[in-house]
């Protein structure tokens, strides 16, 4: 925050840092998520056949190409749910770091309006009890971060172009 000349630049960092960090979690959670579910889930009903779920739990013989697309279907199941994990933990740790962050900068100032922009944090508590509210939390963070770029704009005159 030293290198900044003053609290306004150093919050408007730290918003479109965030808003850009917000933008990829997104994008992840609505398009490359459902086409790695759906490439699991094909490769799982084209490859190992619909009948081998019923297949499943009884001494019946799996064709090679069976066990291989299973294995294949259900590892990238299992990847692409720890990585979502990840992301969520992630994108928490972001968020309340940026809130911390505008906080104290907002209090160093006596900033009351960046004072509220940046006391986000219930969002992440929340948002850890309930997964749903995970992606509204960040819907709201991109949009808080949007909110602190333009009020830090309006003081610095001219960073509201993003």
Not at 133 to 141: D, E, K, N, S
Request: proline share 2%; charged share 10%; aromatic share 12%.
């Amino acid at each position: 925050m030293n290198n900044f000349a003053n609290p306004a630049q150093a919050i408007f960092f730290l918003a479109s840092n965030l808003k850009r960090k917000m933008t990829g979690t997104l994008i992840f959670h609505f398009v490359i998520l459902p086409i790695l579910v759906g490439a699991s889930f094909a490769i799982l009903l084209i490859g190992a056949g619909p009948d081998f779920f019923e297949k499943i739990g009884k001494n019946k013989d799996y064709t090679t190409r069976e066990l291989v697309c299973a294995l294949i279907g259900y590892g990238l199941l299992i990847v692409t749910g720890i990585t979502n994990f990840v992301m969520w933990i992630s994108a928490m740790v972001k968020i309340s770091s940026t809130c911390n962050q505008v906080r104290n900068i907002a209090q160093m100032t006596g900033n009351f309006q960046l004072d509220i922009l940046g006391s986000a944090k219930i969002l992440v508590l929340f948002s850890l009890l309930f997964w749903p509210l995970y992606i509204v939390g960040l819907f709201i963070a991109r949009s808080k971060a949007s909110q602190l770029m333009m009020v830090t704009g309006m003081q610095q005159g001219g960073y509201n172009s993003f």
